[in-house]
């Protein structure tokens, strides 16, 4: 069969998780045999698209792309449409899209598994990065920990952690502005601030600000002694920041939140594990993420799923297509699916809340 072409369609470019991976996907499928894709990003004022592509990868998210008409999708493009999933509840993906208006959903979410013939669990897409050289480790144990400026992120629990733990510690916080949550920096700065009220005699507290590539951030991590995340959010959706951590190849340590539940598999979370102990033992379980999420595994698991689809011989060659934008008669659909996200969500913390008090 001749070579598939593919399109991915990003949301505009943006300080944000959301973009980033999209980003991070589109860079995990770039270098197939069987298959080449272009890149592209839309806007609701930009939403001209090519119409000659065997299939079409969007990166769709309710918070990045509100204004696309989603159900219009398949009518409109020549080519099978897919998109990716991000915001998941355990074996759940469609709190935040409707299960009809794409053909193929691939969820970045490898515990997700669910009797569905157009749903697939995909491992994580990490970037490649080969450590060349050494970091000196300092007598003074470093723990990092970043994110945008978003409830739930646990930088005071990391520090309130740190402060149990060490008599001598640095903790450095990266906390960049975000586009869309955090665009003039008030709550970053007052995560910093509680932090640094937080912050015992003899624990350093190291903030900044600054908004990395992706290269940089991994970097960033690679010069902490642990990187650590505490999150206590209740949000669909698995953690992105620890992508980066676990590329770095250091040591890791995250909550028992379910955000990190793709973790949990192969790392036990705190406070069942201490900062100390995931310092010396977290390490060879990093490895072992970094090798099942590989950018060539994650590539092969596309490949698997356009195996599975089929395509025209002949090439479909069709202009232009201009995406539709929602009608705003439409927009309490996009309400009413926020609505059933916090619903969901409330139910699950409560539910979760009385088991966790139920007498043993």
């Avoid at 944000?16 to 609701?44: A, T």
């Avoid at 490895?287 to 025209?312: A, H, Q, T, Y």
């Amino acid at each position: 069969m001749r070579r598939l072409e593919g399109l991915f369609i990003n949301c505009l470019k943006a300080q944000d998780s959301i973009y980033e991976s999209g980003k991070m996907v589109f860079q995990c499928l770039s270098g197939s045999d069987s298959f080449s894709l272009d890149y592209i990003e839309v806007e609701k004022d930009q939403r001209t698209v090519p119409g000659r592509y065997d299939f079409y990868f969007f990166n769709y998210h309710i918070s990045t792309m509100a204004w696309l008409d989603t159900k219009a999708i398949k009518s409109l493009l020549p080519g099978t449409t897919m998109t990716i999933v991000l915001e998941v509840s355990p074996n759940d993906p469609f709190v935040c899209c409707s299960p009809d208006d794409f053909e193929v959903y691939c969820v970045l979410d490898p515990t997700m598994d669910v009797d569905l013939q157009n749903v697939f669990a995909f491992p994580r897409p990490l970037e490649e990065y080969d450590v060349t050289f050494g970091i000196e480790e300092s007598d003074v144990p470093v723990i990092g920990s970043f994110g945008f400026a978003t409830q739930g992120k646990g930088f005071e629990q990391l520090v309130e952690a740190v402060n149990k733990e060490f008599d001598r510690a640095v903790v450095r916080l990266n906390i960049p502005l975000s586009t869309y949550a955090d665009k003039d920096g008030m709550f970053s700065r007052q995560l910093a601030e509680n932090c640094r009220a937080i912050a015992r005699p003899g624990i350093e507290l190291l903030v900044t600000h600054d908004y990395m590539t992706k290269p940089e951030l991994i970097e960033w991590c690679r010069q902490n002694t642990i990187n650590c995340f505490l999150y206590d959010r209740n949000m669909p959706g698995l953690a992105a920041t620890t992508d980066q951590a676990i590329s770095s190849g250091k040591p890791l340590l995250v909550s028992n939140n379910e955000t990190f539940r793709h973790i949990h598999r192969y790392l036990r979370p705190y406070p069942e594990q201490s900062l100390k102990d995931a310092i010396t033992y977290s390490r060879p379980y990093v490895d072992k993420m970094k090798e099942d999420w590989s950018p060539l595994n994650f590539r092969k698991c596309f490949e698997k799923v356009l195996n599975g689809l089929e395509f025209s011989e002949t090439k479909t060659d069709t202009d232009t297509v201009e995406l539709k934008v929602v009608r705003p008669d439409s927009v309490s659909y996009i309400q009413r699916l926020r609505n059933k996200v916090a619903i969901r969500s409330t139910i699950r913390s409560l539910v979760k809340s009385f088991v966790n008090k139920a007498p043993e």
